[in-house]
């Protein structure tokens, strides 16, 4: 019986530790069910260029790409000083046992070329360093001054490869640009690449602008200006400048967004001193009211399946997050925390909803499950407010308000973003003040 | 002594040396497992990955290094994405190669000739 233990007992432990002895085969197995959750080891040489013009456009499109995957705390770029090979060396194909020393994961190279029409002409690899294969590849024919463009690209490329998801750097950030003394503040409408890059203004600042927001399937913004003391909701073209008026509305209007499938905005208005949740169809025009109470419903956000929305009541007698179908029916409450929720987003991913918080003078970003659990805080300050989603999903980005002195100086508002595991804060810089941030979809690429 | 008890002794020897025997592959099991978790490095975006299955069995040469390509299987793509799926078996073919050479005990290469590792995401992982 003893002996019988014993035998046991040496199987029971080789099965704890997930490994058996195959007697057919001798062959040793082994249960690996964890890893190292780390930022993958990345280099990404310059793109090899035969004159000096093509050799600064190959380095600014590997700077670009350097940029946008140190940002992230996915990626750990391998500092450039530290490789092996130019890149004229990796063009064909690299020595990968210049590459594995650095313990490079992957690596990507590429060159430029101007073409006789003046096209600029690029190619990119992205290398499997220790399979010693090329993962993926692509070529583009574009005008030079998309160069950072194709930095952006190349990124989302790197990014879907070797992570399996989407990227977000073919994006941009629309906001609202702020300046002057609080009691004479400016507000515009401003635009820049998601790496702040060309940024530029929308609009003249003579008219106030509020609460701007990317069309999920277009280069359209939706968002708010008062002209007099008149609110209006605008369309606004981003690649054509074109604007038009969505419509007038009585009384107090807040926060437009669209739809997922583009076709509609949500609103939130004001009639007869009761604020609810309204939707309007962009091709007739006919508004439809979803909420129908006598406390305060706004903020409202679709969820990408079109088919539920979040938004922001004090019908239970202080601010909280419900949810409910698109027609107004199944009114849910999510939130249950101390404290006020604002500003509900659903996630592109369709998993949580961002919010922020108001609690005890303090102020959070903070995500929650659309069935109300698992409510988690990404950041807290003096004042952070209005996240918006990455278009995968994975960052949020807000306005972060640094108060001033007693006299009114030193106090800031600017753009902030933070991953969804609350790690990797960080400053988006911008020109001047800046607050309300809304992020584009993915930018469409032209065959 | 009897016969039974000389058949037991027999037998308790015989189980012993067993023991013995595979007491040296649970250890070698031990430290490849640790081995090849410390090279399996993931991002912090795998999203549902842990519901991925995948198995590589290596063949191995007698100074650590793997006998030819490892033969990864999906064993189970857990519902996710092609490209999800694509970055995880990739990850794991980077583990392995990491990891080489295996230092493995030479005179036991009959029991490590060929290695089958499952990785399977289903414990939390580290920093």
Redesign the interface.
């Known amino acids: 019986m003893k002996?019988l233990n014993?035998?046991t007992l040496?199987m029971l432990?080789?099965g704890a530790?997930?490994?058996t002895?195959s007697p057919a085969?001798?062959?040793?197995?082994?249960?690996?069910?964890?890893?190292?959750?780390?930022?993958?080891?990345v280099a990404v040489t310059d793109l090899h260029g035969e004159t000096a013009t093509t050799r600064e456009l190959g380095r600014e499109i590997a700077e670009v790409v350097r940029g946008n995957l140190s940002r992230t705390?996915?990626?750990r770029l391998i500092n450039p000083a530290a490789y092996l090979e130019s890149p004229e060396d990796v063009l064909v194909r690299p020595n990968f046992t210049n590459w594995r020393p650095l313990?490079a994961?992957a690596l990507a190279t590429g060159s430029v070329r101007i073409e006789s029409d003046g096209q600029l002409r690029t190619e990119f690899r992205l290398w499997?360093v220790?399979?010693a294969s090329q993962?993926t590849g692509l070529v583009f024919r574009t005008t030079p001054e998309n160069a950072r463009r194709i930095g952006h690209i190349i990124s989302d490329a790197i990014y879907?490869?070797?992570?399996?998801?989407e990227g977000y750097f073919d994006t941009r950030i629309v906001y609202v640009a702020e300046s002057g003394p609080p009691d004479r503040r400016v507000k515009r409408l401003a635009i820049m690449d998601q790496d702040s890059a060309n940024h530029r203004y929308l609009t003249d600042g003579a008219n106030l602008v509020l609460t701007p927001r990317f069309s999920p399937t277009q280069q359209v913004v939706t968002y708010m200006s008062y002209v007099g003391n008149q609110p209006r909701v605008y369309l606004y073209d981003i690649d054509t400048g074109q604007q038009e008026i969505l419509g007038e509305f009585p009384g107090m209007t807040y926060a437009p967004r669209f739809s997922p499938d583009g076709e509609k905005v949500v609103i939130s208005m004001a009639r007869n001193g009761n604020s609810d949740v309204y939707v309007m169809d962009l091709r007739t025009r006919v508004t439809a009211r979803l909420t129908r109470h006598l406390a305060i419903d706004t903020s409202p956000s679709f969820a990408p399946d079109g088919d539920r929305l979040t938004f922001n009541s004090d019908r239970s007698g202080t601010q909280q997050i419900y949810t409910m179908n698109a027609d107004g029916s199944d009114v849910q409450r999510i939130s249950f925390g101390e404290g006020r929720y604002a500003t509900p987003v659903w996630s592109p991913r369709g998993d949580l909803i961002a919010f922020t918080k108001l609690l005890k003078g303090r102020f959070y970003i903070g995500v929650i499950r659309p069935d109300g659990t698992g409510e988690r805080i990404l950041t807290e300050s003096f004042l952070d407010e209005g996240p918006t989603w990455s278009p995968n999903g994975?960052v949020l980005m807000f306005f972060r308000q640094i108060p001033g002195d007693d006299n009114g100086r030193g106090g800031s508002v600017r753009l902030w973003s933070v991953?969804l595991?609350g790690q990797n804060l960080r400053e988006v810089a911008t020109p001047i003040d800046a607050s309300d941030p809304a992020w584009s979809p993915l930018t469409p690429l032209e065959e | 002594m009897s016969r039974l008890t000389a058949f037991?002794a027999v037998?308790?020897v015989a189980?012993?040396t067993?023991?013995a025997a595979?007491?040296e592959?649970?250890d070698?099991?031990?430290s490849?497992?640790s081995h090849?978790?410390?090279?399996?490095?993931?991002?912090?975006?795998?999203?549902d990955?842990e519901l991925i299955q995948v198995t590589a069995v290596l063949q191995m040469n007698p100074d650590g290094t793997l006998n030819g390509t490892p033969e990864v299987t999906v064993t189970d793509d857990g519902g996710?994405?092609d490209?999800?799926?694509?970055?995880?078996v990739?990850?794991v073919?980077?583990?392995i190669?990491?990891s080489q050479p295996f230092s493995l005990p030479a005179d036991q290469f009959?029991?490590?000739?060929?290695?089958?590792?499952?990785?399977?995401?289903?414990?939390?992982?580290?920093?």
């Open positions: 002996l014993a035998a040496v432990c080789l530790l997930g490994a002895l085969t001798a062959q040793l197995r082994i249960d690996i069910t964890s890893a190292s959750v780390d930022p993958l080891p705390s996915i990626f313990d994961q499997d220790f399979g993962l879907k490869r070797l992570t399996g998801e994975r991953d595991t | 037991l037998s308790l189980v012993l067993s023991v595979l007491a592959p649970a070698l099991a031990r490849l497992k090849v978790t410390d090279n399996w490095v993931v991002p912090d975006v795998f999203g990955a996710q994405s490209a999800t799926v694509q970055a995880y990739d990850s073919r980077a583990a190669d990491r009959d029991v490590w000739r060929t290695i089958e590792i499952s990785f399977n995401l289903k414990e939390e992982s580290g920093k």
